[in-house]
């Protein structure tokens, strides 16, 4: 099992920028996809970016890019999303998520198996 912790929410203004940290730690040589997905209230859950680990290729929802981008730092067991140009819409809990068993990076939320406690976002216009 891996333990995900996120880190680096807040509160800013449109236009802002954020960087959330997610840095895992267990069992985590067999991680092979990590994504990003964010709850706004009183919407379901959806994908923002994903990564795979090997490899380090990437996916991003259609509403974030060319404003966010996920990372990774293989020595520290963390993944990175920075967050430009920030939109009230983007107002969410953000929570990291790992995978085991992904051939590219995905955002389908059913093959991540491992979830941290997530970080709360919020943008004001």
């Known amino acids: 099992q891996v333990q995900l912790v996120e880190s680096g929410g807040g509160s800013v203004q449109a236009g802002g920028s954020l960087r959330l940290s997610c840095a895992a730690s267990?069992?985590?040589?067999?991680?092979?996809?990590m994504g990003w997905f964010r709850q706004a209230p009183g919407k379901e859950r959806e994908g923002v970016a994903a990564?795979?680990?090997?490899?380090?290729?990437?996916t991003y929802a259609d509403s974030v890019k060319g404003r966010f981008s996920i990372s990774q730092d293989p020595v520290k067991d963390t993944v990175y999303l920075q967050m430009n140009s920030l939109k009230p819409e983007d107002t969410a809990i953000y929570y990291c998520?790992?995978?085991?068993?992904?051939?590219?990076?995905?955002?389908?939320?059913?093959?991540?198996?491992?979830w941290g406690q997530g970080t709360q976002v919020t943008v004001s216009s």
């Open positions: 990564i795979k680990t090997i490899g380090g290729s990437t």
């Open positions: 267990g069992y985590t040589f067999d991680r092979n996809c």
């Open positions: 998520a790992a995978a085991q068993f992904c051939t590219a990076a995905t955002m389908e939320s059913f093959y991540y198996g491992d």
